[in-house]
């Protein structure tokens, strides 16, 4: 997956970046900042696989955000990691056309 430099959630666009100290500091793969409209992806020898999950995992991350939804990260890693399965497990494609 070529991971877009923005991406819009939720009525905001938020810009995507990379970064090689990332993981170095925070011993994650990704994070996302509500209040400055940013993800910031760990940038290194992580398989894309990897990479596509986490990127969507911060995207859930602030839709629960946003809904303010009671959900805890446990919860949330489940649901991306399976979520990401099934998209990628069938060549998911959801533009009309």
Known sequence: MEIPTKVK???????VRLDKNLFATNNTGGKACANML???????DFPESRRAEVFLHEIIEMI???????LDHKDLSAISEVLFAVIRDND??????
């Open 9 to 15: 959630i939720c009525g905001h666009e938020y810009s």
């Open 92 to 97: 998911l494609d959801f533009r009309v056309g």
């Open 64 to 70: 629960k955000y946003t809904l303010q939804a009671d």
């Open 38 to 44: 940013e993800i910031t992806l760990a940038d290194g």
